[in-house]
């Protein structure tokens, strides 16, 4: 099995999660934009340098093929379990994660809508959620599932000043401190019928929620 000791570069995590596939047919109301190997790395490598990885139980809601949820089991996860409401993307994971050669590696794949996933616990969730632009704060409905049931969350959000202001509130409510980690421009492909970019560029900012 791979760890984070044989796994020396954050690149050569990146070229790995890239070997996982996008869905192979993108639900709009899903919002399944498909977080690329380089930024699905960046947060893996930061979770794994503070001690949030490896050999921890890591949850990855929202998971869609499952680049987080495999990146984590690459850097040492002793359990990961991918959640997504879309049973095909999971089916596409799963046989992904054949291809990838992690011995007998503990990976669940579990369809679940995320707002009913509140009976488990883990030390570390790890997500890319839905941006909100299709449901309205569709990326705090999964933020407040993330806080019931683990004590570490890394998440990733479209950046204004106004919507760090409202998670870090909604965080404290829910006893949590709020540190940025970085920003990215993540890259959303043309996907959607509506999409009349080859590729459009959205600011977003990666977050570490911390149980107070």
């Known amino acids: ?17 890239e070997r996982i596939p996008r869905p192979r047919k993108p639900k709009l109301k899903l919002e399944q934009y498909v977080v690329p190997g380089d930024v699905a790395a960046y947060i893996l490598w930061e979770a794994a340098l503070r001690g949030d990885i ?6 990855d809601l929202g998971s869609g093929t499952g680049r987080l949820g495999i990146g984590a089991l690459i850097l040492g996860a002793s359990h990961v379990i991918c959640v997504d409401i879309d049973v095909d993307v999971l089916r596409q994971g799963l046989k992904a994660l054949r291809t990838l050669s992690l011995g007998n590696s503990s990976i669940d794949f579990v369809c679940a809508a995320v707002p009913n996933v509140n009976i488990l616990r883990c030390d570390t969730v790890i997500m890319n959620p839905p941006f909100g632009v299709h449901k309205r704060h569709a990326d705090v409905i999964f933020l407040e599932s993330a806080f019931k049931i683990a004590h570490r969350v890394y998440s990733l959000h479209k950046y204004n000043p106004e919507s760090e202001k409202v998670l870090e509130e909604r965080a404290r409510q829910k006893g949590f401190d709020m540190e940025r980690i970085g920003k990215v421009y993540f890259p959303i492909q043309q996907t959607y019928p509506h999409h009349y970019r080859r590729i459009h560029r959205v600011l977003t ?7 107070t």
């Open 1 to 17: 099995m791979f760890s984070h000791g044989e796994v020396r570069r954050r690149k050569d995590l990146a070229i790995m999660l």
């Open 54 to 59: 490896r050999e921890r139980i890591v949850v």
């Open 205 to 211: 900012a990666i977050y570490r929620f911390a149980k």
